[in-house]
């Protein structure tokens, strides 16, 4: 319940949408404030102010800021929603572009997002292989943060803390991270979210804290392996999906310059031939697919199905040992290294093509999407300007394949939500 302020009288005039009351001054008669006449007095007439639209939620945020307790979940949404639309317009607005930056040797692609108002510019990592967004932030342990831009909601007019909520999240790779959650205006490419998730990290590890150019992640897998406790949040692309003019994102990365990531349609100048789209399985929260096969160089197609997922976050190509094994025989002396944990190669010599399957043999043979045999020499290894190593490597252990940057930035690749399908260009 709102609480009638009375006010100044040289404030009343600014205050009256404010406030569903408007004081206005009577000069006609002066009396005391109990209504009595006097000298000198001043009497204000109360009348309802027609223009004051009441609205609940921002009544009783009102109330949870008075008293400075944490606005509930959705308490916390509908004040942020009321703040700022969240869903764009069905028109020029439903889509977006962005462009994406590789770090060395393409080891991640970097996202300029805006969070907050006024807005905080941040350069994340956008990743298909998980579904939080999560980012350094002021509460971020001190001595965690060596470089970071961080996100600090007390700054940002439209943040709301998700009152109660957690997040605690770890990486294939072994890096992790943690904290809570704040709901606050997200924009990227244009396109706008607001009130979307944003996981402020209160710890995060030496891996993170070692890349002083990320400043986060925006996971853009989908919401079921989302790791906010106790209820799981929803993906900026799934907050975006029904306003955007197709269900879509799509990724065009490049072999080290930027590309760009699109929201809400398909450039058809971005990619050549035809977009052959398949099936994906959402059941684990990946976009995963089944590739028919591969080529090695100039070789056969090899019937082989690779069953994999399409993700953004992961740098290499990472699948079965045997077609591993059978690329790095053409590879003249590259060899198995433990001590390197994969294959290198002297970092000068040939590198064939290696080229993978999308859609059904079924009689005719698949669409393929080659990768260029010069984007396999990932990196030089540690300490060596002579031995280099592969950016093919072994699925071992991980229970699936993984197309990584290397695979993605051969290709213009659909993210498609609403058909639940991914689809494969060449460019
Ligand atoms: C799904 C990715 S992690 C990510 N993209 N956020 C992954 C999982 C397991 C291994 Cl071993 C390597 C990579």
């Known amino acids: 319940m709102l609480s009638i302020l009375f006010l100044l009288v040289g404030t009343i005039l600014a205050a009256a949408s404010a406030n569903p009351i408007a004081l206005l001054p009577s000069y006609a008669n002066p009396t005391t404030a109990h209504g009595q006449p006097g000298r000198g007095t001043i009497s204000l007439t109360q009348i ?136 606050d205006r997200v924009a990227l490419g244009g396109l706008t979210v607001a009130a979307q998730a944003v996981e402020c990290a209160r710890n995060v590890s030496g891996e993170f804290t070692a890349d002083g150019s990320s400043d986060g ?99 290499l190509l990472l699948l079965p040992s045997d077609i591993v094994a059978d690329y790095y025989r053409q590879v003249d002396g590259a060899k198995y290294e433990r001590n390197q944990g994969g294959y290198v190669f002297g970092c000068d010599v040939a590198l064939p093509d290696f080229a993978f399957g999308v859609g059904h043999t079924a009689g005719g043979s698949p669409a393929m999407i080659k990768i260029p045999g010069k984007y396999v020499n990932y990196a030089p290894v540690g300490g060596s300007s002579t031995k280099c190593y592969g950016g093919i490597q072994s699925n071992d252990f991980i229970g699936a394949s993984i197309f990584g940057d290397l695979a993605l930035k051969a290709a213009f690749v659909v993210f498609d939500g609403g058909n639940m399908r991914i689809g494969w260009a060449s460019k």
């Open 217 to 315: 992640l925006m996971g853009l897998g989908f919401g079921v392996i989302n790791m906010v406790k106790p209820v799981r949040q929803k993906t900026f692309f799934e907050n975006l999906q029904a306003g955007l003019d197709e269900a879509v994102f799509t990724a065009d990365l490049k072999h080290g310059m930027p590309g760009r990531y699109n929201f809400g349609y398909v450039d058809s100048s971005a990619y050549t031939g035809d977009i052959t789209y398949v099936p994906i399985n959402s059941t684990d929260g990946y976009w995963g697919w089944t590739s028919p096969g591969y080529a090695v160089g100039s070789g056969a197609f090899k019937d082989e199905a690779i069953v994999g997922i399409a993700d953004t976050g992961t740098t």
């Open 48 to 183: 309802r102010n027609k223009a004051f639209i009441r609205n609940g939620p921002l009544d009783l945020a009102k109330t949870y800021h008075k008293y400075n307790i944490p606005l509930p979940a959705d308490l916390a949404a509908a004040v942020a929603r009321h703040r700022q639309p969240s869903r764009p317009k069905r028109s020029s607005d439903a889509h977006g572009s962005a462009e994406t930056t590789p770090g060395p040797h393409d080891v991640e692609y970097l996202t300029t997002i805006s969070i907050g108002t006024p807005p905080q510019n941040l350069s994340i990592n956008i990743d298909t292989g998980s579904s939080d967004l999560w980012v350094f932030s002021a509460e971020t342990t001190s001595s965690e943060v060596k470089g970071q831009t961080v996100y600090d909601p007390s700054l940002s007019s439209t943040a709301a803390q998700l009152q109660g909520a957690t997040w605690q999240i770890s990486y294939g790779d072994g890096s992790s991270s943690g904290g809570d959650v704040y709901l």
